[in-house]
T-cell receptor
Framework: GAVVSQHPSWVICKSGTSVKIECRSL??????MFWYRQFPKQSLMLMAT?????????EQGVEKDKFLINHASLTLSTLTVTSAHPEDSSFYIC??????????FGPGTRLTVL | DAKTTQPPSMDCAEGRAANLPCNHS???????VYWYRQIHSQGPQYIIH???NNETNEMASLIITEDRKSSTLILPHATLRDTAVYYC????????????FGTGTRLLVSP
């Protein structure tokens, strides 16, 4: 299956700063990538669908101006958390889905906002 | 919204079979049943998926009822490393279709 990497694996930042998280599909050209967020002891919540060469599709309740997604190539999508606040502290996970339906996830990025 | 119902937790003895049930009574004819698991602080791992026939791979077996309203994931010989949260998801089998996670089943495998 597809191999997905994320960078960084963890990040600590001060409140008000912006943080960029990269998601790379190492062996699969992904026209579509997905971004999830997971709070402690909760399930994964889909934030947005990232489409190569076009705007991302955000789920209801997710602020598109706060969570900027750029899918610049078939192997790279980035999520930028702008003006991060402590409530944005979470585990962010990206995924790619192959044409036949199997979805493969990155290892996740743990964001802590102080 | 998730379209599946799973028990919140299950226990299993090491070496025994773990049978994880999932109800998906509103599944449509073209939707597949997918199973993923998530070990603490890691990204979810794909296990298996199927449409209506039973499926088996090196990790697990998937048994889908004839009416497709429920399924069971079977880990034939559970090990301590199988302790994880297991998610049952129904979805169309296309590359752009999003997966919506429910609350899953927390499986604890004990010695």
């Amino acid at each position: 299956g597809a191999v997905v990497s994320q960078h960084p694996s963890w990040v600590i930042c001060k409140s008000g700063t912006s943080v960029k998280i990269e998601c790379r599909s190492l062996d699969f050209q992904a026209t579509t990538m997905f971004w999830y967020r997971q709070f402690p002891k909760q399930s994964l919540m889909l934030m947005a669908t990232s489409n190569e060469g076009s705007k991302a599709t955000y789920e209801q309740g997710v602020e598109k101006d706060k969570f900027l997604i750029n899918h610049a190539s078939l192997t790279l999508s980035t999520l930028t958390v702008t003006s991060a606040h402590p409530e944005d502290s979470s585990f962010y996970i990206c995924s790619v889905r192959e044409a036949w339906g199997e979805q493969f996830f990155g290892p996740g990025t743990r964001l802590t906002v102080l | 919204d998730a379209k599946t119902t799973q028990p919140p937790s299950m226990d299993c003895a090491e070496g025994r079979a773990a049978n994880l049930p999932c109800n998906h009574s509103t599944i449509s004819g073209n939707e597949y049943v997918y199973w993923y698991r998530q070990i603490h602080s890691q990204g979810p791992q794909y296990i298996i998926h199927g449409l209506k026939n039973n499926e088996t791979n090196e990790m697990a077996s998937l048994i889908i009822t004839e009416d497709r309203k429920s399924s069971t994931l079977i880990l034939p010989h559970a090990t301590l490393r199988d302790t994880a949260v297991y998610y049952c998801i129904v979805s169309y089998n296309t590359g752009f279709q999003k997966l919506v996670f429910g609350t899953g089943t927390r499986l604890l495998v004990s010695p």
